[in-house]
């Protein structure tokens, strides 16, 4: 996602990830990765259970998932994806030019 962030940002949207880890360790994946883009630490797992996207498998990640919510707050389009793949960027741009 980090080098698709600016296209993101020019379809007039922003990114954010969510992390399972504390925050301590998601500071270090975010310098380790060299990511610009906000990551926010959800180690008591609350997002990731109001969005329903705990791995079942794994209860200590989340699985892989994207949303688009809309300036309303309602979610506009979802993808929740298999393990270890993700939506490609295109798929989120597209998506993004419908609202």
């Known amino acids: ?10 379809a007039g949207a ?12 998601t500071k270090g994946t975010v ?7 906000p990551v926010l630490a959800d180690n008591k797992k609350e997002a990731i259970n109001a969005y329903n996207v ?3 498998r794994n209860t200590t ?8 919510i809309s300036q309303e707050g ?5 993808s929740l994806d298999a393990p270890a793949e993700r ?3 295109s798929t989120i741009l597209t998506e993004l030019g419908k609202l």
């Open 1 to 10: 996602m980090q080098e698709n962030y600016e296209k993101i940002r020019a």
């Open 14 to 25: 922003e990114l954010f990830a969510i992390s399972s880890e504390n925050v301590s360790l």
């Open 31 to 37: 310098q380790k990765e060299g990511l610009t883009y």
């Open 54 to 56: 705990l791995d079942q």
């Open 61 to 68: 990640i989340a699985r892989p998932a994207s949303f688009i």
């Open 74 to 78: 309602i979610v506009a389009w979802k």
């Open 87 to 89: 939506v490609p960027t």
